[in-house]
């Protein structure tokens, strides 16, 4: 099993629906959680990240983190065709250096 | 354009030989960050170096190895190609100490045949 677990998707939806994308982990030490978007032939790119538990808003992107429950969340508000890309969600432990453990990535595609 | 510059950006190689990839960090980043991104496994992360010191390893293979010159870029080489070996392999940088500002370059596409 792996260490951050992301449904693969895809993903399509309308123009301006909500978006939930979720990522479910099992270490426990995880304590930086990130979201990455990726187009197609690129690199990926921050989106946003939270440290340990919470909610975190920037525009219409929210990241919420369960630690609990070691479940996170990316949702999108208004979606827009621009939006079509791979979302990765990826982590890192508090004193791992940088290192990331990231998700398989969900394909997302919004529809106009 | 990130700032950090992989080069080749394509590469198709027979099996056995050996290839090396190139990686220009964004300017006044000290850390370099080497992923494999393959249709099953995702992205893994492969080494780290810190201005010119190898500060993590990931799940290199033994075949696989890595550098940073003192102009801070870095080079990956891979030798003895497998068809496995065929994947997208990323650079990022960032300023080096604890962050998670990455910034990931565009990869190079290696095909092996």
């Known amino acids: 099993q792996k260490e951050v677990e992301q449904d693969p998707g895809p993903l399509s939806v309308p123009e301006g629906a909500i978006v939930s994308l979720n990522c479910t982990y099992s270490?426990?030490?995880?304590?930086?959680f990130m979201w990455y978007r990726q187009y197609s032939r690129k690199g990926p790119e921050l989106l946003m990240y939270?440290?340990?538990?919470g909610n975190k808003e920037d525009g219409r992107f929210t990241a919420q983190v369960d630690k609990s429950s070691k479940y996170i969340s990316l949702f999108i508000r208004d979606s827009q065709p621009s939006d079509s890309a791979t979302y990765l969600c990826a982590m890192r432990e508090n004193n791992a250096g940088n290192m990331l453990t990231f998700g398989g990535g969900t394909r997302l595609m919004v529809k106009p | 354009d990130s700032g950090v510059t992989q080069t080749p950006k394509h590469l198709i190689t027979a099996t056995g030989q050996r290839v090396t990839l190139r990686c220009s960090p964004r300017?006044?980043?000290?850390?370099v960050y080497w992923y494999q991104q393959s249709l099953d496994q995702g992205l893994q992360f492969l080494i780290q170096?810190?201005?010119?010191?190898?500060?993590a390893k990931g799940n290199i293979l033994e075949r696989f190895s890595a550098q940073q010159f003192p102009d801070l870029h870095s080079e990956l080489n891979l030798s003895s190609l497998e068809l496995g070996d065929s994947a997208l392999y990323f650079c990022?940088?960032?300023?080096?100490?604890?962050?998670?500002?990455?910034?990931f370059g565009s990869g190079t596409r290696l095909t092996v045949v």
């Open positions: 170096y810190y201005n010119g010191e190898e500060r």
């Open positions: 270490n426990s030490a995880f304590q930086y």
């Open positions: 939270t440290y340990s538990s």
């Open positions: 990022a940088s960032s300023v080096g100490g604890p962050t998670v500002d990455y910034t």
């Open positions: 300017s006044g980043d000290l850390s």
